[in-house]
């Protein structure tokens, strides 16, 4: 999906997460373009590009859990969604190994 949330009051972004994660428990996937911190905070797994936008993006310059990516030091994402996470884990994003397909 490229940016649901586009236009959505904040109580449908809700109602949307909680669509997601009951397609998740079916186990579907979904792959989510988004610029939304919550929707980003509330992903199994981040991939983001940078580090500008344009000709200056386009490399991956992180890919981890949303726990990582608070304590990534090349990501832009990380700070904003620090406020979303309860309990961070600071390790480094080089440690993490992508999900796998089932």
Avoid: C
């Avoid at 981040?46 to 993006?57: F, H, S, T, V, Y």
């Avoid at 990501?75 to 961070?88: H, Q």
């Amino acid at each position: 999906m490229d940016e649901p949330t586009s236009g959505l009051h904040m109580s449908d972004v809700d109602r949307l997460l909680a669509l997601f994660d009951a397609l998740v428990e079916q186990g579907k996937s979904l792959i989510v373009v988004e610029h939304n911190v919550e929707v980003i905070a509330n992903a199994d797994w981040i991939i983001e590009l940078g580090p500008g936008a344009g000709k200056r993006g386009g490399k991956v310059i992180f890919e981890g859990t949303p726990q990582m990516i608070v304590s990534d030091k090349r990501s832009v994402t990380g700070p904003f969604v620090r406020k979303y996470l309860s309990e961070p884990l600071l390790q480094p994003a080089a440690a993490a190994a992508p999900p796998t397909a089932v």
